[in-house]
């Protein structure tokens, strides 16, 4: 079959359905499945006692085997003279009982409420792209008109969504009850079978229309429905299951190294998703043992937005790391319980064995892979609307290095960490090194959050150390940043950890930092500590909008100038600054706004090369200075920019003349509230590269 669908998007493309039904002519059409394959959920809704109005009968041979197992009172219509001859004739003799009649199915002559089922084996598939819609809705108003009350109107349907979205909302506004069976493929069969499960659509009249819809879905033809309030969620558990079996027979019939496919798998009860599956495989010409087929990867629970389980480059290294020639890795869904690793797995083990690659053995066993045989460990302890940025939460989680963490979530984007605070006990400051990080078993999860506080001195982000690092450029000395105040301005709040750290651990510092979302300043002050005073202050407001009224103004400046901050619009290829931040004219203004020694820093997050180039030369044509630091297994850069004159680009001589002012830096940090950060100056300068 060449008309399989390469994205899920696709099953509600008007194109796709309109080829396919035109490569599929005039051929009897039985993938729908026939009498043994649909039996099941037919005897269940249509008893043989019944008078069965079949719809649009065609030269199907279901109503002959309906007929052979006692359903003697079956009336088939259809508009073709030419098909109602052939099967009267074909049937005259062996079934003189069951007749066919030519009927346009819009307009029938039978009374009201002389049927106790319809059904209807791909009619409606066929009329509902003519006219508009026009037949189609014509047709199941009629089919309503000749139903009893009690009676059920059956469709088996490829559910395109504007099919089974016009039979649904038709039928909904009526007041029926509508529930949909997705039928289960047959394995093995990828090769001479529709790629598409059959759903079977039951529509259920009742003497008064119910006040509020009732939209069922279940799996198979005896699987427990599952409630939906929306007709718009019925559809897309509709594309979930189209999707899935798409994806099942592209994988076991090839591989494709250089994609990342995925699905995500919902629970059969609530509905809600449970699991998202990506499937990595290894490249053509790669050494693999030849019994290492198929494992599965179970991704620790506040894992998931790491770099090696989030990103294309980092399943590369997971899956060239576990050598299987291919690999599922598995990653749990937020507001899911999940018992244990072997119940995970009992309940992976039925549903992934689909995703095998093709020629892997029947019998050929499959291991789960994981990181320290543990599920990890996540508690969400807030969620909350932003008016700006959408649903948010706020949850703890065990980092594979045995430490506590809170990250601040927006749902939307759900596989990036906005911002992330190390958890210490309240009473208690954590003296461990971040660069001396041990793999260690977790504990158990702490019982309550209360009892811990985000420790000011961890700076989660490598980025934001490296900024704080880069504060070795104003190149003054301890004694000199003991006693001069430094001013800093940071566009982009976040949880608070960087401009927080400021505060705490750089002597007569002045921060100001702009935020759009009064949402995060909420969030950072009540669950990442941030605590803002006269020497921390926030300004509610549009960065942009803010440095063009300073730069008018002409009456203040900054030693340093960060901007950490996200762009909502992923589609542009830069996720961090907005296009706007790093125009010429914000640059030059960022530069007016600068002491003479004072140094701007960006956050640039940009996986275009051509558009990051681009913006390098924006900003050197501004900044004669830049110094870079690319973060480690990340796609994060921060460039350091200083307004003075170019300085040599032999970076040996840069670093050295760094040295100094980095160690009277790491002294200064030391000495801020009595405690020590966690953060390696020295270090941090040693990877800086010259643009």
């Keep these: ?97 069951l007749t066919f009649q030519q009927v346009d199915a819009t307009q029938t002559p039978y009374e009201d409420g002389s049927f106790q089922a319809a059904l209807d084996k791909g009619t409606l598939d066929a009329v509902a792209s003519e006219g508009e819609g026009v037949i189609a809705r014509n047709m199941l108003t009629e089919v309503g008109r000749v139903l009893s009350v009690g009676g059920r109107y059956v469709c088996v349907t490829l559910a395109q969504e504007s099919v089974i979205q016009l039979a649904v909302e038709l039928f909904v506004e009526l007041g029926w009850a509508v529930r949909l069976h997705c039928l289960q493929e047959e394995r093995g069969k990828e090769e001479d079978s529709f790629a598409l499960p059959v759903f079977v659509l039951v529509c259920t009249k009742f ?45 076991r019939t090839g591989t494709e190294s250089s994609s990342n496919l995925s699905l995500t798998l919902c629970h059969v009860k609530t509905g809600l998703p449970r699991y998202t599956l990506t499937v990595q495989d290894c490249p053509p010409g790669a050494r693999v043992p030849r019994s290492n087929h198929f494992a599965i990867f179970i991704v620790p629970q506040g894992s998931e937005t790491a770099w090696l389980y989030s990103s294309a480059e980092g399943r590369k290294q997971l899956a060239a790391s576990a050598n299987f020639r291919r690999l599922v890795i598995v990653a749990m869904h937020r507001n ?73 979530v927006f749902l939307s984007n759900a596989a990036l960490v906005q911002s992330e605070g190390r958890l210490v006990s309240s009473n208690t400051a954590s003296r461990h090194k971040k660069k001396n990080k041990k793999k260690v078993k977790p504990s158990a999860a702490p019982k309550s959050s209360s009892s811990l506080s985000v420790d000011s001195g961890f700076l989660c982000c490598a980025h934001h150390e490296v900024m704080v690092a880069g504060l070795a450029m104003l190149r003054v000395g301890a004694q000199q940043i003991k006693d001069a105040p430094l001013s800093v301005l940071l566009v982009g709040l976040g949880g608070g950890g960087l401009p927080q750290f400021l505060r705490d651990f750089v002597p007569n510092v002045f921060v100001e930092v702009v935020e759009l979302d009064p949402a995060v300043l909420d969030v950072a002050k009540e669950w990442f500590g941030f605590r803002p005073d006269e020497r921390l202050v926030v300004t509610l407001g549009d960065g942009l909008e803010h440095i063009a009224a300073l730069q008018e103004g002409g009456t203040r400046q900054f030693d340093v100038i960060m901007f950490d901050v996200d762009n909502k619009d992923c589609s542009v290829g830069m996720s961090c600054p907005p296009a706007a931040f790093v125009e010429t004219s914000m640059l030059q203004k960022v530069r007016s706004l600068l002491t003479p020694r004072g140094v701007f820093m960006l956050n640039l997050v940009c996986r275009d090369p051509d558009l990051r180039r681009s913006v390098l030369e924006r900003v050197s044509a501004v900044f004669p200075t830049i110094l870079s630091r690319k973060i480690q297994d990340e796609v994060n850069e921060v460039l350091l920019c200083s307004p003075g004159n170019k300085e040599t680009s032999d970076t040996a001589v840069i670093l050295q003349s760094l040295k100094q002012a980095g160690e009277s830096l790491q002294a200064i940090l030391r000495s801020g509230v009595g405690r020590e950060p966690h953060i390696d100056v020295t270090e941090l300068l040693k990877d800086l590269r010259v643009e």
């Design 1 to 97: 079959m060449s008309l399989l669908p390469r994205s899920a998007e696709e099953f509600s493309s008007a194109e796709y359905w309109e080829k396919f039904f035109k490569k599929r002519g005039d051929k009897a059409f039985e993938w729908y499945g026939d009498y043994n394959t649909l039996c099941g959920v037919l005897h269940r809704y249509i008893k043989v006692p019944d008078q069965v109005l079949v719809v649009g009968c065609g030269n199907s041979e279901l109503s002959e085997q309906l007929y052979d197992v006692g359903y003697k009172n079956l009336t088939n219509i259809d508009i073709s003279e030419t098909v109602v001859t052939h099967m009267n004739q074909r049937n005259s003799e062996r079934r003189p009982g």
């Design 207 to 251: 003497r008064q229309p119910m006040p509020s819809p009732i939209l069922e879905m279940c799996l198979g033809e005896d699987g427990a429905p599952t409630r939906l309030s929306q007709v718009a969620e019925l559809l897309a558990a509709v594309r979930e299951h189209q999707a899935y079996s798409v994806l099942r027979r592209r994988l």
């Design 336 to 408: 899911q319980e999940y018992t244990d690793m072997q119940a995970v797995q009992s309940e992976l083990s039925p549903m992934v064995m689909d995703l095998a690659p093709p020629g892997m053995p029947a019998n050929q066993q499959v291991p789960f892979l994981s990181v320290g045989g543990d599920l990890g460990w996540r508690e969400e302890v807030s969620r909350g609307l932003s008016e700006l940025s959408g649903e948010y939460c706020v949850e703890n989680v065990r980092g594979e290095d045995g430490e506590l963490y809170r990250r601040l």
